[in-house]
């Protein structure tokens, strides 16, 4: 257990970096984050009707009640990428590593299981800039130069309780944290011309509730089937967002800032978020599953910084965001689980997936996402425990704007399952 908090509280530090370099997380609340696992990253996020003994499940709440009564199990993920950009013919490249998330559950009591944890909910980071003449007939330039970083991250405590046999529920209590800091500078070659910078800032720290259901089916002796769903309770999460408009004469080295909202705060608001989701597993060897979920950003305000009538305003806008759409499908095979082959107990994962945009940019959608994802889960084997899981994944990730940046991602998830006996028998001889 004290091994689990210091490192939920080291997480907690290096989420203050960025794990992005999209353009963008310029826009909204940022790049969404996946949520999953190891096992779920493997199955391309597949995991609403995911319910496994030796695994913690966060995607659905109601699948703690599962957990092991004689295990104390913790999960530990990164990742790398490389991230392709292009634009008009043009392309760069891009590296990022990343602490993704610390997960750890164990049993309460009979079919009670207690989960908590830190996962991503959005992420912040970009840099870049682009000039232009200032006319066509003009010598003279103007930069403007776009940077932020930031993001929003959530600690939770959860449980998940099976009353009867095959329906579970189940809850998450988190806190949600983070900010974002974004600037827009515009500078001109000329000297004589005054720059102007406008910086965007928010600072969230407030309470997050997600809810989960599965209710399973036993088809036949080795086949289930297990229905799953679950609902996020969309509100607002404060922040104060301000804007600030800043402009420098560079020959008398002296600014004027004026600060936006002049009347009163204003808040920031995460969707109402809806998920079901199906599995079939036969013999606990073959699993296939599918995943629906909406995020309902179309009815979420945005703060908008905007001149009407030639009076600067900053004020919450509608018809910034749309709703999120995003289906999965993914499957996990392992041969034989207790087998002396080494081979044979591996688990060979696989998933695909579809997401809309939730992002209005310029009044047009913002890229949709297409991925794929391969994966395994090598058993860890030592004189103690043999019910450890090392989970690695290969993602491929194409964000695609017919208007807009394309980017191709290519990500390496690493993540270490610790399956620990902290709650066996001991027998003295």
Request: aromatic content about 12%; proline content about 3%; glycine content about 12%.
């Amino acid at each position: 257990m004290i091994v689990g908090i210091l490192a939920l509280a080291a997480a907690a530090s290096v989420y203050a970096q960025s794990g992005t370099n999209s353009p963008y997380s310029q826009f909204g609340l940022g790049v969404i984050s996946e949520r999953s696992g190891g096992v779920g990253r493997g199955m391309n996020g597949v995991g609403i009707a995911y319910k496994e003994h030796n695994q913690v499940n966060a995607l659905n709440p109601a699948s703690y009640s599962a957990i092991d009564s004689l295990s104390f199990i913790f999960d530990v993920g990164l990742s790398g990428q490389l991230t392709n950009f292009e634009e008009n013919g043009k392309r760069l490249n891009a590296r990022n590593a990343n602490f993704e998330y610390v997960v750890a559950g164990f049993r309460l009591a009979k079919h009670l299981g207690v989960s908590f944890g830190v996962l991503p909910y959005t992420n912040v980071g970009y840099d870049y800039s682009v000039s232009e003449k200032v006319s066509s007939t003009s010598t003279e330039y103007y930069t403007s130069t776009f940077s932020g970083k930031g993001g929003l991250h959530e600690a939770y405590l959860g449980m998940g309780w099976e009353p009867f046999k095959g329906i579970a529920f189940g809850a998450n209590v988190g806190y949600l944290w983070g900010g974002y800091d974004r600037a827009v500078l515009n500078t001109y070659s000329d000297n004589y011309v005054n720059t102007l910078a406008k910086v965007y800032t928010a600072n969230v720290k407030n309470i997050k509730f997600d809810f989960g259901l599965q209710l399973t089916a036993r088809l036949s002796k080795k086949d289930h089937l297990t229905l799953g769903a679950t609902y996020g309770l969309g509100r607002k999460i404060g922040g104060k967002p301000t804007c600030q408009v800043i402009s420098y004469n560079p020959q008398t080295s002296v600014s004027d800032t004026i600060s936006y909202p002049k009347n009163g705060e204003l808040d920031l608001e995460i969707p109402t978020s809806i998920g079901a989701g199906l599995m079939w597993s036969h013999s606990g060897k073959v699993k296939v599953g599918v995943d629906y979920s909406m995020q309902k950003w179309g009815s979420v305000k945005f703060p908008e910084y905007s001149v009407i009538n030639n009076v600067p305003t900053y004020q919450l806008a509608e018809g910034i965001y749309q709703d999120r759409h995003k289906i999965s499908l993914g499957a996990e095979i392992c041969p034989a689980e207790s087998s002396r082959k080494f081979l044979n107990r591996i688990r060979y994962r696989a998933g695909v997936a579809y997401a809309t945009p939730y992002l209005k940019i310029n009044g047009n959608d913002g890229p949709k996402e297409l991925s794929a994802s391969l994966g395994f889960g090598i058993p860890i084997f030592d004189g103690w425990n043999n019910r450890s899981i090392l989970n690695i994944s290969a993602q491929y990730v194409r964000q695609d704007c017919k208007m807009f940046i394309k980017e191709n991602t290519f990500r390496i998830n690493i993540g270490l399952t610790f399956n620990e006996r902290w709650f066996d028998k001991w027998k003295v001889e």
